[in-house]
T-cell receptor, first 112, second 114 residues
Framework: AQRVTQPEKLLSVFKGAPVELKCNYS??????LFWYVQYSRQRLQLLLR??SRESIKGFTADLNKGETSFHLKKPFAQEEDSAMYYC??????????????FGQGTILTVHP | DAGVTQSPTHLIKTRGQHVTLRCSPI?????VSWYQQVLGQGPQFIFQ???????GRGNFPDRFSARQFPNYSSELNVNALLLGDSALYLC?????????????FGPGTRLTVL
């Protein structure tokens, strides 16, 4: 069964510090992974997906198949980055076609 | 475009009752997915519909059902409500079904079962 684990429920950093939100997954096929973000009083929105290999709002994430990880990184955190972050894995087949499996989420707080 | 819309915003029901939640996708999107988000957890997949057919189903009991209409809007129905059904129910739409496109989420319907 596929699974996504975000080991940190809460993460606090100071403005300008580097930040890394951890995500590990288990999946028998070739994974397609995403990071979603939810800012205060806003809806869940896509931050980035591994297949596009782009940087959004200064965030990057590299898929490491050997370590089954997809950690989200930003070299210099900003106060506006404070939000809930979810790592998600897409199921590409079977009876759960199109299913996104989410981790439990990490609340990132960036202090001034 | 207002994005994905859901109604109602909040709902309070008692155990054993039935509930219907509604979702309107972004214009031009043909696929709708439903997720349940219990407090403190990530969203859990319930269903995906594409072109009015069920394309995927999560690990939920048969009390949960859904359908998609010709205009691509969707309803999620839950029968015989239990206290554990209290959650935020999210709807997401995408232009095509399955894996091809980003899923855009609505604001959710907060269901409380007493």
């Amino acid at each position: 069964a596929q699974r996504v684990t975000q080991p940190e429920k809460l993460l606090s950093v100071f403005k300008g510090a580097p930040v890394e939100l951890k995500c590990n997954y288990s999946y028998s096929g070739s994974p397609e992974l995403f990071w979603y973000v939810q800012y205060s009083r806003q809806r869940l929105q896509l931050l980035l997906r591994h297949i596009s290999r782009e940087s959004i709002k200064g965030f990057t994430a590299d898929l490491n198949k050997g370590e089954t990880s997809f950690h989200l990184k930003k070299p210099f955190a900003q106060e506006e980055d404070s939000a809930m972050y979810y790592c998600a894995l897409l199921n590409a087949g079977g009876t759960s076609y199109g299913k996104l499996t989410f981790g439990q989420g990490t609340i990132l707080t960036v202090h001034p | 475009d207002a994005g994905v819309t859901q109604s109602p915003t909040h709902l309070i029901k008692t155990r054993g009752q039935h509930v219907t939640l509604r979702c309107s996708p972004i214009s031009g999107h043909k696929s709708v997915s439903w997720y349940q988000q219990v407090l403190g957890q990530g969203p859990q997949f319930i269903f995906q519909y594409y072109e009015k057919e069920e394309r995927g189903r999560g690990n939920f009991p048969d009390r949960f059902s859904a359908r998609q209409f010709p205009n691509y809007s969707s309803e999620l129905n839950v029968n015989a409500l239990l206290l554990g059904d209290s959650a935020l129910y999210l709807c997401a739409s995408s232009p095509e079904g399955g894996t091809k496109n980003e899923q855009f989420f609505g604001p959710g319907t907060r269901l409380t079962v007493l």
